[in-house]
């Protein structure tokens, strides 16, 4: 016989969602404030699935309606609202990875100021500008030069 997933199947719900947080299960919005809207959604999913009460899957479906009407309670009451609510940040709230350890290999050997005959940075502490590119001439040998490139106007027929 095979096994339903109530969440997937009927509600939409993939396995990677699982177990889904009420605002999911209700199809509603991550933190939907307005109560009519949390109602509406909770009484269109309650009736969907009680579609199927009557039959093989009885059992699954009163265990979903028994969410649905424990996720409705919930978002409506203000206090377990606010209070689920900071839960669901809380575990929504990406966690910062730490960062990972390089090891340095033995054979780098760091630099020291007395290893370099130049100073690091110039006396004043200012750092010169970079020459812009445009600046260096091209060697003859790229091949490239500042001449336009011939238009069609500038070709010459061929016989």
Not at 56 to 61: G, K, P, R, T, V
Not at 80 to 87: F, H, L, V
Request: charged share 20%.
């Amino acid at each position: 016989m095979k096994t339903v997933d109530p969440y997937y199947e009927w509600l939409g719900i993939p396995p990677k969602d699982q177990p889904p947080n009420h605002y999911r299960l209700l199809g509603l919005e991550l933190f939907e404030e307005n109560r009519s809207v949390i109602d509406s959604a909770a009484n269109r999913q309650m009736s969907f699935i009680k579609e199927y009460q009557a039959g093989a899957d009885s059992e699954l479906s009163q265990k979903l309606l028994n969410e649905l009407s424990a996720a409705r309670l919930c978002l409506l009451s203000a206090p377990a609202k606010a209070a689920y609510d900071t839960q669901l940040r809380a575990q929504l709230k990406p966690q910062a990875a730490p960062a990972p350890v390089v090891p340095i290999p033995s054979n780098i050997r760091w630099r020291k100021e007395s290893d370099s005959p130049a100073p690091l940075a110039p006396p004043d502490g200012r750092v010169p500008p970079i020459p812009l590119a445009t600046s260096i001439p091209l060697p003859a040998a790229t091949g490239l030069d500042a001449r336009p490139a011939p238009t069609s106007s500038d070709a010459k027929p061929t016989v």
